[in-house]
């Protein structure tokens, strides 16, 4: 029985490399294709782990000068030295990444190209002067910049995150398009580290605006009072120009504009696809893939996972798609029951800089009640806990929701320090489907997990009532 081909494309990538360790020891062929130089994945080279470099940077000088205890005038941030050591950072991660597909290129049943693949037909690639003909094909091929279909945008000089994490050098202003995750993390970035003068467009009242108003009506409140940001909110760009100076205009549909040297574009992300695939059955789009299989509903040997999805383009879910993806090729070649993979809706975004995260773990109250659960919540300021003033850290808030017949802690969001290493507990929480009765009121004083102690235990007093 010859055993089963299961190409990969995009293989450095964490989705992709996931898939592959999933399928290596079994007995299948194995093609792994990448073109990246050097590669290693969008994540580690220009995403999670170089923003986070850069954003520390940032954090460090913010904390130095807004404690009113500490005097004198607050360092500058050396650019130079930040890309520099991020560089030498994420090269380092992304080392090991290469290491780890080019081991298992050296299994018999393994190939490695270091090459771009483009489809040829249903599960056939090119890939540089050859042909691979397999029975199953992973696409796991990231994304790309959403660069908006504007009059204009073509004509003007715009940054996107790449370019930020690699600049040393920044002009005294500039605006941005796009407020969601890579916006909230990096518009800090500049005004803090880069000491620029920003304008931001916002097309809601605020960010965050699927959460409780208290999430983004604070993180609107911190970058215009600590980081001196203009927001701009309930607008839409219509047009981009050039101004005689060098700079950008940008025309909003309230009949006003916003003005600086600069243009970032933090708009999204798209999927990205091999070349050919319009040559194949495959029609990429809304709904194409099943989210719960990875299966793409055009081709039931076709698996695409990641970014490539359209869908959860976050690195966790990427790793836990890769592997339930190779565990669904094995399945469905042998004839099995595909599992379904249906995560914990679990999201850290590093706003102000990081000092100020944002953490969202589970349901909302808006969407449990639709997924039909009576709900009670609790909430609690950290400008109201001691241990947060302490820390000099007193801004933002937690919320709980719990399900109001049984008491299963049904979801969590924090935007206050130390949210992203709660995230952590919150997950274990969930996932347990803990009651929030029986949740021990134990956090070490004193530490900021104390917060959760107080959301846990106005909770509960709520369901003993």
């Not at 996107?160 to 969601?180: C, N, Q």
């Amino acid at each position: 029985m010859t055993r089963p081909h299961v190409a990969i494309v995009g293989a450095y990538g964490s989705a992709g490399v996931a898939a592959a360790e999933e399928l290596v020891d079994e007995d299948v062929e194995l093609t792994l294709v990448d073109d990246g130089e050097p590669g290693g994945g969008l994540c580690i080279l220009r995403g999670c782990m170089p923003s986070k470099e850069v954003l520390s940077a940032g954090a460090h000088r913010y904390q130095a000068r807004h404690d009113h205890r500490l005097v004198g005038d607050a360092p500058d941030v050396d650019l130079e030295a930040v890309v520099e050591t991020k560089d030498d950072h994420v090269l380092g991660f992304a080392e090991h990444r290469r290491a780890a597909v080019e081991e298992m290129a050296e299994r018999e049943n393994v190939t490695f190209h270091h090459d771009t693949a483009q489809f040829v037909d249903d599960r056939t690639l090119r890939v540089g002067g050859e042909t691979v003909e397999a029975d199953y094909v992973v696409v796991a091929t990231g994304s790309d910049l959403n660069v908006p279909d504007l009059p204009g945008v073509d004509d003007v000089d715009w940054m996107g995150s790449r370019d930020v994490l690699d600049a040393t050098e920044f002009p005294d202003s500039g605006v941005v398009m796009g407020f969601g995750y890579v916006g909230v993390e990096l518009v800090p970035y500049l005004s803090e580290a880069a000491d620029m003068d920003l304008t931001v467009i916002e097309h809601d009242d605020r960010p965050l605006d699927e959460y409780h108003p208290a999430f983004g009506e604070e993180l609107l409140d911190q970058y215009r009072e600590e980081f001196g940001v203009d927001i701009r909110t309930e607008v839409y760009e219509e047009e981009v120009e050039a101004t005689e100076d060098g700079g950008v205009r940008v025309h909003l549909d309230d009949g006003s504009t916003a003005e600086g040297d600069q243009l970032f574009l933090f708009t999204g992300r798209t999927p990205a696809y091999p070349a050919g695939v319009d040559r194949t059955s495959l029609e990429p789009g809304p709904d194409w893939v099943d989210a719960a299989t990875m299966q793409s509903r055009d081709d039931d040997r076709v698996f695409v996972v990641g970014d490539a999805m359209g869908d959860r383009m976050l690195l966790h879910n990427a790793k836990e798609e890769g592997y339930a993806a190779g565990r669904n090729i094995l399945a469905a070649e042998h004839g099995g029951t595909l599992e379904t993979y249906d995560p914990l809706p679990h999201k850290v975004m590093f706003s102000g800089l990081g000092v100020f995260p944002f953490a969202s773990l589970g349901l909302t109250a808006a969407e449990a009640r639709e997924a039909g659960h009576d709900v009670v919540t609790s909430q609690r300021d950290a400008s109201s806990d001691g241990v947060f003033k302490t820390k000099d850290a007193a801004r933002g808030a937690a919320r709980l929701v719990v399900d109001a017949d049984d008491g299963t802690v049904l979801g969590y969001h924090g935007l206050h320090y130390h949210a992203d290493v709660m995230a952590k507990t919150m997950q274990v929480v969930l996932e347990a489907e803990m009651d929030v009765r029986e949740i021990p009121d134990r956090a070490y004083h004193p530490t900021t997990p104390e917060i959760l102690d107080g959301l846990f235990g106005d909770a509960a007093d709520e369901l003993w009532q």
